[in-house]
Every structure is written in structure tokens, then in C-alpha cells.
């Protein structure tokens, strides 16, 4: 029997610089992008903007967006990734929030998903995010060729 992988939709989003956007997981060592789990007949791209909006407070319209397709991301599970660039001054990183809340491990409390964000020079990624997320990036999807390309 073979298990389903799972696939988590999220936004690479890069700013003028060619720095990407990381959100550090609340309660974790790690920074991560955008992303999660689509809802029952849900399309990618709408999953991936819902999350984005609900983690970081950020909208952008689905025009913006490119798809980048899926990329192997865990043994169980896919990343399905779009990427977008936002200009200078269009996303102040102080004003980000997180609406998704989950209960904390410590006391069951309900907390945001991510509480902090900052803007991460592509060569500096491994030195926050999940050892799986760094890979896609050095093996897969150059953040630099996207940088070129987007």
C-alpha cells in the first residue's frame, strides 16, 4: 500500500534585492516560508495566497503569482511553490502578522503559527530555515535564478 504524499502550497516571495521571505515557526528553532495544507477543493495557487495572507497578513493578487510546480520536499511529503516579487516599500516586514493560530506544547494556549519575519539574503537560508526547505533551495530552485528570472 502505497501512502498519499501530502502537499503543502506556500509562496517564495522575493524582494527587490533578490532577499526572500522567511517566517519563523513559532516555537521552533526554524524559519520557514510561507505555506500549508490546501482545503478540500481548494486550487494551489489559492492555497498558497490563503497562507500567505493568513501567516504573514501579506494579499497579493493570483496574477502575480508564477508557478514554479512541485518539488520533493520530505519523504512524505510535496511542496507545490509559487513565487512572487513584491517592490520596495510595497511589504513593511514590522507590520506582518500571523492570523492562524495553534495550541501551544507548553500550556495548550492558542498561538500564532509564526511570530517574527525577516527578509534573508539567499547564500544566509540554511542559517534559518529547516534542513528540508534549504535543500530545495540549494538543489532545485536557485533563489539566485529565480532572482533573474521572476
Do not use: N
Request: charged share 25%.
Amino acid at each position: 500500500m502505497t501512502h498519499a504524499r501530502t502537499v503543502s502550497c506556500g509562496v517564495v516571495l522575493l524582494d527587490e534585492q533578490g532577499r526572500v521571505l522567511l517566517a519563523h515557526a513559532t516555537d521552533t528553532t526554524h524559519w520557514d516560508i510561507p505555506k500549508g495544507h490546501g482545503e478540500e477543493g481548494e486550487a494551489p495557487i489559492d492555497t498558497a495566497l490563503r497562507e500567505l495572507f493568513e501567516e504573514t497578513g501579506i494579499a497579493l493578487a493570483p496574477e502575480r503569482l508564477t508557478d514554479l510546480g512541485r518539488f520533493v520536499y520530505r519523504r512524505d511529503k510535496d511542496l507545490h511553490l509559487f513565487a512572487a516579487r513584491v517592490a520596495l516599500g510595497e511589504v513593511a516586514i514590522e507590520r506582518c502578522v500571523c492570523t492562524s493560530l495553534f495550541p501551544s506544547r507548553r500550556d495548550g494556549s492558542m498561538i500564532p503559527e509564526m511570530d517574527a519575519f525577516r527578509w534573508v539574503e539567499p547564500e544566509q537560508v540554511e542559517q534559518y530555515a529547516s534542513r528540508s526547505l534549504t535543500r530545495v533551495f540549494q538543489t532545485t530552485l536557485s533563489l539566485a535564478e529565480l532572482h533573474r528570472t521572476l
